[in-house]
């Protein structure tokens, strides 16, 4: 697979003020964190103005192509199909920034008392073939099933790393937020779900269990690696940023920026 042509910055351009706004759509895992990115930015730049919203990695990415933003957030990598639709709009066949990394969790209820599972038994839990908690050492009641809507990128990188791109299990409960998500869990004392690290609030974070080792999603586990389920939180623009975009990246990717990553609860690229 071919992938985009990756940019690198020159030194930090002038910061200058917004001509119109900014606008940025796309990942709801990234939502927060872009948006305080945005208030943190025009607080120290009075008179810019950025537009952050939600919607999915999908449909950031559909709204990249079509021109309808300047930046896509997308908690995934862009597909192919995708990148050949930028690259028959894009002189430069598009730019991916890596923002911040992030390690997809399964949420289970407080009350349940299992505290890790597999790869391969999350794999059987969300393509059906397990359908009791007893089966993967849990208590003798049913698992239900909480999913992301397919134009997440959650749910894209969830079918691609665990699922090897099979379909989730015609049981799972389509949400429209990771917010969503916890929010069930959280009042279904069978449930599970998954979403960013950052989400994890009022439920209990499932460790990956490797061998004898179970696996939490920290700092060091993901930038290493070493958690199974890491990836990475993407900018998408058209082009090399200049200018107004330019300036906001720099700032995320700043001291400053990247503070808020590990505020926001997810773990910074430098």
Known sequence: MKRLVFLLFAALAPLSALAGPLTIKGSDTMVVLTQRWAEEYMKAHPGAKVQVTGGGSGTGLSALINGTTDIATSSRQMKEAEQSKLRARSKSGGVEISVAKDGVTFYVNEKNPLTSLTVEQLKKIYLGDVTNWKDVGGPD??????????????????????????????????????????????????????????????????????????????????????????????????????????????????????????????FRVK
Do not use: M
Request: with cysteine; glycine share 12%; charged share 20%.
């Open 141 to 266: 009641a049913p698992l239900v099933l909480y999913s992301r809507e397919n134009s997440s990128g959650t749910y894209v990188f969830v079918k691609d790393h665990l699922l090897g791109g099979d379909d989730f299990s015609a049981t799972a409960q389509t949400l429209p937020g990771t917010a969503a998500v916890v929010n069930a869990v959280a009042k279904e004392k069978n449930g599970i779900g998954y979403g960013g690290a950052a989400y994890a609030k009022g439920v209990k974070e499932l460790k990956i269990k490797v061998g004898a080792e179970e696996i939490a999603p920290t700092v060091e586990n993901v930038k290493s690696g070493k958690y199974p389920l890491a990836r990475d939180l993407f900018f998408y623009l058209r082009d090399q940023p200049s200018g107004d975009g330019k300036a906001f990246i720099d700032f995320c990717l700043s001291e400053a920026g990247q503070q808020l990553v590990t505020q926001v609860g997810y």
